[in-house]
């Protein structure tokens, strides 16, 4: 099971901060997808961090994992 934590607008959408994804190994691109296909993930700009560090989609994610979604963020 991989940890997803979701912020801002996403965890609003989603309904709840986190959820568990099946899975053993796949890239934060297969990730992304299967999270768009849940309907929980619809735009690319979103960062993606592997257990605490910023990874790319060609980047591996593990079963035990914990990957956050962060959204870009606007401020004044």
Do not use: C, W, Y
Not at 32 to 60: C, H, S
């Amino acid at each position: 099971m991989i940890k997803v934590l979701l912020f801002a607008h996403l965890k609003e959408q989603a309904g709840r901060s986190e959820m568990e994804i099946n899975g053993e190994n796949m890239t934060v691109g297969e990730l992304r997808e299967t999270l768009a296909e849940k309907g929980i993930l619809q735009q690319d700009a979103v960062m993606v961090a592997v257990n605490e560090e910023f990874a790319r989609d060609e980047e591996m994610v593990h079963s035990g994992d914990t990957v956050a979604l962060i959204p870009p963020v606007s401020g004044g």
